[in-house]
């Protein structure tokens, strides 16, 4: 069963930098995509930023230019970068992987950003 877990969270000041990390288990195969996804108190979940088995990336409007998403395929893992925060990132953060029609979401981690 694949498993996606997430570390790297916690609270920092406006203009800090956190460093999220997801690794998949249960699962010898790469996914197509991986990703983060973000979702605020009284808000739906957003794509903050996806990333590609050929290393094509799509980010958030929002965050482009802050966040940097990578990836090692052959470890299943995925990590998003994020500098310059901004209260208004505040959320509690998805780990997200696809492939051949299936979707998996890790439990979430908490990233507050204090004004």
């Known amino acids: 069963q694949v498993q996606l877990v997430e570390s790297g969270g916690g609270l920092v000041q406006a203009g800090g930098s956190l460093r999220l990390s997801c690794a998949a288990s249960?699962?010898?195969?790469?996914?197509?995509?991986m990703g983060w996804y973000r979702r605020a108190p009284g808000e739906q979940r957003e794509l903050v930023a996806v990333?590609?088995?050929?290393?094509?990336?799509n980010y958030a409007d929002s965050v482009k230019g802050r966040f940097t998403i990578s990836r090692a395929s052959a470890k299943n893992t995925v990590n998003l970068q994020m500098n310059s925060l901004k209260p208004e990132d505040t959320a509690v953060y998805y780990c997200?992987?696809?492939?051949?029609?299936?979707?998996?979401w890790g439990q979430g981690t908490q990233v507050t950003v204090s004004s």
């Open positions: 997200n992987a696809g492939r051949m029609g299936s979707t998996y």
């Open positions: 990333i590609a088995s050929g290393g094509a990336t």
């Open positions: 249960g699962s010898m195969l790469s996914f197509n995509i």
